[in-house]
């Protein structure tokens, strides 16, 4: 094993560099072959091809995107925060990360990051989350699985199910782990023009809530739009 005063000062400052660092994209907005505009409390459910790279786009910060991605030709197959978090040996989602299926095939990876931080341990928000955490009273809020539930109900020949809303990932959403080992729900890290970029290793449907919540700091009290880019390469 090298001893530190023996190690190159260039070395030394990889072995401190931040694991949550910004990597930015190569991608120019003007060569996305589709943008789309997803207001507060809407939702989006479209395809992504292999090969295709997604960019979520935080328009004004601090906003939480609640996303579940499946396999295109089999539902069934959706994304797996268990497995994901496993075979990468980390809570956090960052770059380099691989999302992983309930069959741990790898599903996408993120290509670019310049949030740093993205929970995939929260869950979305619900009707019955928001009377558990919050109030009686905030059960007619509007709530992510609300927008999932009517998202795949318009779009039934996709051939999504209620039974396959399954584990999310909650983009530029900020839920640190404490020191006893519990979640806290945080202001975001998230700020206006902040992206992830994720780019598809098999046939996929994107399922995104934008998340409508106004109980907790998520999305800052304040729900805002986000915007979704895709590049063919
Ligand atoms: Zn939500």
Not at 39 to 56: F, K, P, V
Not at 74 to 90: K, L
Not at 175 to 198: M, N
Request: aromatic share 6%; with cysteine.
């Amino acid at each position: 094993m090298t001893s530190l005063s023996s190690t190159s000062p260039d070395t030394a400052t990889a072995e401190i560099k931040d694991p949550f660092a910004p990597v930015a994209s190569p991608r120019e907005p003007d060569s996305a072959v589709e943008r789309i505009i997803v207001d507060s409390g809407d939702y989006y459910l479209e395809r992504l091809s292999a090969g295709q790279t997604m960019r979520i786009l935080d328009l004004e910060g601090n906003q939480a995107a609640d996303t579940i991605f499946y396999k295109a030709d089999d539902p069934s197959e959706h994304y797996s925060a268990s497995n994901t978090v496993r075979e990468q040996g980390n809570l956090y989602l960052k770059h380099g990360s691989v999302l992983r299926s309930n069959h741990n095939n790898p599903m996408l990876e993120i290509v670019a990051d310049t949030c740093g931080r993205h929970d995939t341990l929260g869950g979305a928000c619900a009707t019955e989350s928001n009377t558990v955490r919050y109030d009686l009273e905030k059960r007619c809020m509007h709530a992510c699985r609300d927008s999932w539930m009517l998202a795949i109900a318009e779009r039934p020949e996709l051939g999504i199910h209620k039974r396959d809303i399954a584990h999310n990932i909650n983009f530029f959403m900020n839920v640190p782990i404490t020191e006893a080992g519990g979640l806290t729900f945080e202001d975001g890290i998230s700020a206006p023009g902040k992206y992830v970029e994720l780019t598809a290793k098999m046939d996929l449907l994107v399922l995104i809530s934008n998340c409508p919540q106004l109980n907790n700091p998520c999305n800052g009290y304040n729900p805002t739009p986000i915007e979704v880019l895709i590049w063919d390469q």
